[in-house]
């Protein structure tokens, strides 16, 4: 069990080098060195919420055997320790998975094997009477992990395979039982709508669609357990007027809910994830947990009702925290940072704080020289969630990774010298692998990822030389909530979108507008991934001053950005790649 205060997480780098050497007509084409994206140490957040010491263990019990009219309480479904409170899971930025029971918490899962972008909370799926988890791998896998030993560094080592196709979907969900049978459901939502999918008590059924595509409105969908009392599980929405319950009626087909009512007005826009689905404080009735951009987590006692009592602070300190456990947001993965390079090729790296700032600068090292090779940041190439440098050799014009893992197989991909851009938006033909886009004078390309970081799927040209109008192309995840990557475009005209459509012959759709001709102010513009911790792309611009804008994302594709905030007063001029 862990005790310490702080740990370091495994691979940190903060100094190394690459050299890619000049060569003459005959030689070997250059091997670049290697790179671990460096994060900050690990600093365990705070967990406190009041009347948790009051909590009773209950008595081993198989949650699916249960009658939901006899025992309707929500009080185990993230009992880890088994005190008789809910508690706490969450991934950080390395990847690690943690459950936090407020005076103990546990390594549980470790980032080089677990796979995980989203963290579901169904409750005890597996008959023991312990509460499970379950995870959804960026490539679209269910996983159900035991949660026998949910509270031991390493406790959730193994796992069954529940189903696959998941990444067609950009939210999953389980709220409880809905239909009363005593068995936890899934709900689903993809750009089509909602889709409910029955638990059958080791797994769930086949998806029935229970909603149309208003519910894309929504940027949390909170799985919350019974809130109203009546022994049937609730669902929790945000959108832009506020937050509404959406109450089961315990119906076995058809629609699930009975009429929403809101419980909560604009002032939950502070929140970047809501979660709940458990009793924290063990008194019987479900709460929330909601974060705010500020790092600080707060804890609502539910009253039963659907309603709840005024917050009260839980602790700081949980912006390091990518995704928590049954939170309502749609995950990011894979990138959270930015590499910078200066003119004379010495490489830094900025890890994002996910208060939508960049932390101190780590010196990756020298040897960097930009006429020798052109740098992209890439979303994850494979599905350890870390992100990985791609260098373009202008020698032979190859994509080389310069990941770690890569160092005996780095030539990632074949391409040409007259690429002058190279960008890793993530995955934009839907199968939950990462790509990559090419640009020459004359045509764009699209590289489809295989999965591992060391090879690509042939490239398949998807546009012509109508892209060369655009002296900037950058992006890294879902800027409109879809579930899909997207790319930013800027040209002399403004700056333009290009939607992710889920399709390897068109993976970008049609552009939209979204910004003007001062965009042409910003000397670079970065797409760093989520750095505030909403799960929506951001972007950073730096201008010939040495200031430095975050825009955070909005998730609407028509206005993607927010106002920009300045985080960088000078210095950045120094850099003149910024990726």
Sequence with gaps: MATSAAIVCAGLLVSGSMTITAHAAGNEAPTPGTVAVPHASFARPTFTVPGRENAVAPQPRNLMARSAAVDSSAAQRADFDGDGAGDLAYREGWGDVYTDWGNGYADVLSGETAQVKDLLLPGDMTGDGKADLLVVTPTGSLRLYSGANAAVDGGLSSYTTLSSGWQAYNKLVVPGDLNGDGAPDLLARSTAGLFLFPGTGKNFGKGIQVGGTGWSQFDQLVGADDLTGDGIADLVARNATGVYVYPGNGKVTGYPFKTQFQIGGTGWAQYNQITGGTDYNGNGTADLAARGYDGKLYFYDGKGTGFFQARVLSGPGWNTVTQLAGAGNNAAYGKAGVFARTSNGTLYYYDGTGLGKLSAKYLIGSGWTRSESRLTHSVS??????????????????????????????????????????????????DGKSDLIARSSTALYFYAGNGDGLSMKGRVQVGGSGWSQYNKLVGAGDLNRDGRADVIARSSAGLFFYPGTGKSSTPLGTRTQVGGTGWSQYSNLAAPGDINGDGIADLLASNSKGELFFYAGTGVAKTPFKARVQIGTGGWNQYPDLV
């Design 381 to 430: 190439l494979r599905s350890d969630g870390s992100s990985d440098l791609i260098a373009h050799s202008t020698y032979d014009g190859h994509l080389y990774n310069t990941a770690t893992y890569a160092e005996n197989d780095t030539d990632l991909a074949g391409g040409s010298k007259s690429y002058n851009l190279i960008v890793g938006p993530g995955d934009l033909n839907g």
